[in-house]
């Protein structure tokens, strides 16, 4: 899944840079090399929706309620925004299961701070801590995340259209192609 939609928002960065002239900021930051959940999602995953998340739900929460209660509090509204983005993907009635992925990630995470908190517990190798990490993402989500998509179908569907979307970009690039070669030559 993060392939596909890191491929999909670089070719919308790459499109957006040759037509407007802007650049947009990456959405991912090497999420492979997350050392810690805290790092996953706070600086490596879905940069965008964890800077608004961090403005709009932890932020607040955190300063009248404190630091766990934060976070907890917006990997639940994450977890709703799923539920509502995948029912409109599946037309399927929600089951919880992509929220209790989010409030398990919330309650692991707001762990994580804790047991970092503690300046005597022993801190595993970088590269155990990463097979952790990745390992528990990857399970959480093979058991939570997916299994609502994966049931209907809905899956073959992303990638159906997927790849009619690069189909009608490889039609656009070869007109343009094709407006541009007169010009030059």
């Keep these: 899944m993060y ?3 890191d491929f999909v928002l670089y070719i ?7 037509l407007l002239k802007t650049e947009l900021e990456p959405q991912f930051n090497k999420p492979y090399l997350s050392t810690s959940l805290r790092d996953l999602w706070g600086r490596r995953w879905n940069l965008m929706v964890s800077d608004i998340l961090r403005l709009t739900v932890y932020n607040p929460v955190r300063i009248r309620y404190g ?3 934060g976070i907890l509090a917006t990997f639940a509204v ?5 539920e509502i983005l995948f029912y409109y993907i599946t037309l399927e009635k929600p089951t919880g299961e992509v929220s209790l992925f989010f409030v398990l990630h919330g309650v692991c995470t707001a762990l994580e701070g804790w047991y970092a908190g503690h300046k005597n517990c022993p801190v595993p190798p970088k590269l155990v801590r990463m097979v952790l990490t990745i ?5 959480t ?3 939570l995340f997916f299994p609502p998509v994966l049931r209907n179908g809905s899956v073959d569907m992303v ?3 997927n790849f009619a979307l690069l189909e009608l970009m490889e039609e656009g690039i070869r007109k343009v192609v094709g407006l541009i070669v ?3 030559v």
């Design 3 to 5: 392939i596909s939609l």
């Design 12 to 18: 919308f960065a790459f499109f957006s840079h040759l």
């Design 67 to 69: 630091t766990g209660t």
């Design 78 to 82: 994450s977890g709703f925004m799923h």
């Design 135 to 139: 390992g528990f993402f990857a399970c």
């Design 141 to 143: 989500g093979y058991l």
């Design 159 to 161: 990638i159906e259209e």
């Design 182 to 184: 007169p010009i030059l």
